[in-house]
């Protein structure tokens, strides 16, 4: 369990990350319905059901160790959702992902969350490089991934199929040592 401080130092929550569960799917359901709408999400689940669908498929990709996928939980209430998956050919590089429900911004959650995530691929697998993929309007994002040591790499133009449209993306990456 990690602490987490705002900037003045006073203590405002505990962030934790677990595997999956089916549980999980009617909030993690919930989160999703405005990330759709604020972050023009590709994201497509109907109803909760389909999230228990997808929720067990990705518990068994977790299983099968093809990839990695946990909720975020800040003070033992469900916040999130956050995954690491295998990138390219060699292995050695993994993207990370999180998602923080909107209710829960500016607390340092998705902070804590990527250091999280970075100290479980450290501990679990030989992981020389973490990447990941943001939309170039997501500041909120961008200065996260900054203060855990993320370099901008590069523009991806054309990279993501939103709408039925081809949007660009920002490519962040970490060496780990």
Not at 75 to 89: F, H, K, Q, T
Request: glycine letters at 6%; one cysteine or more; proline letters at 2%.
């Amino acid at each position: 369990m990690v602490k987490v401080k705002e900037k003045n130092g006073t203590l405002v929550g505990k962030v934790k990350i677990r595997f999956h569960k089916v549980s999980d799917a009617k909030r993690l359901f919930e989160i999703l319905q405005w990330t759709k709408k604020i972050l023009r999400s590709p994201i497509i689940v109907k109803d909760v059901q389909e999230e228990i669908n997808c929720l067990k498929k990705k518990i068994q990709d977790t299983k099968d160790k093809k990839e990695f996928n946990f909720t975020i939980l800040y003070n033992g209430e469900i916040v999130g959702s956050a995954s690491l998956d295998p990138y390219g050919v060699d292995g050695d590089s993994w993207e990370l992902g999180y998602l923080v429900d909107e209710n829960q911004w500016n607390k340092g959650i998705a902070t804590k969350t990527v250091k999280l995530l970075e100290a479980y691929a450290k501990k679990e697998f030989k992981i020389k490089k973490l990447i990941a993929i943001t939309h170039p309007k997501n500041i909120a994002s961008q200065k996260v991934l900054k203060k855990n040591g993320f370099e901008k790499i590069k523009l991806l133009k054309k990279y993501k199929l939103v709408n039925g449209k081809l949007e660009d993306r920002l490519l962040y990456s970490k060496i780990l040592h």
